[in-house]
Nanobody, 121 residues
Framework: VQLVESGGGLVQAGGSLRLSCAASAASRISFSLNVMGWYRQAPGKQRELVASMSPGGGNTNYADTVKGRFTISRDLSKNTMYLQMNSLKPEDTAVYYC????????????WGQGTQVTVSS
């Protein structure tokens, strides 16, 4: 596994969590050369893109459902990406994954195990 997600948990609606995505020691994934993204998959639903960041870090995009509540960021010195999630809603409950793709391509890497986020009402 090249990317390892962590930081999930159980939180009440309105609460916050910060997810982390770290490249493994053996990984050659560079956060500054790839389009990095956070995805989520709720039970019975397809995996969806939640947030993404351009290789240069200057461009970020968010799904309409999380815009204004979630923030994607990264620390290149730690080769780690984050997803700050505020004002969480029960519909945010899902397994969250991170992944990378080369600019101009659609090919994603191997999926990790993800991290479970559960928001109670």
């Amino acid at each position: 596994v090249q990317l390892v997600e962590s930081g999930g948990g159980l939180v009440q609606a309105g609460g916050s969590l910060r997810l982390s995505c770290a490249a493994s020691a053996a990984s050659r994934i560079s956060f500054s050369l790839n389009v990095m993204g956070w995805y989520r998959q709720a039970p019975g639903k397809q995996r969806e893109l939640v947030a993404s960041m351009s290789p240069g870090g200057g461009n970020t995009n968010y799904a309409d459902t999380v815009k204004g509540r979630f923030t994607i960021s990264r620390d290149l010195s730690k080769n780690t990406m984050y997803l700050q999630m505020n004002s969480l809603k029960p519909e945010d409950t899902a397994v969250y994954y991170c992944n990378a793709r080369a600019p101009g391509t659609l090919q994603l890497g191997t999926w990790g195990q993800g991290t479970q986020v559960t928001v109670s009402s």
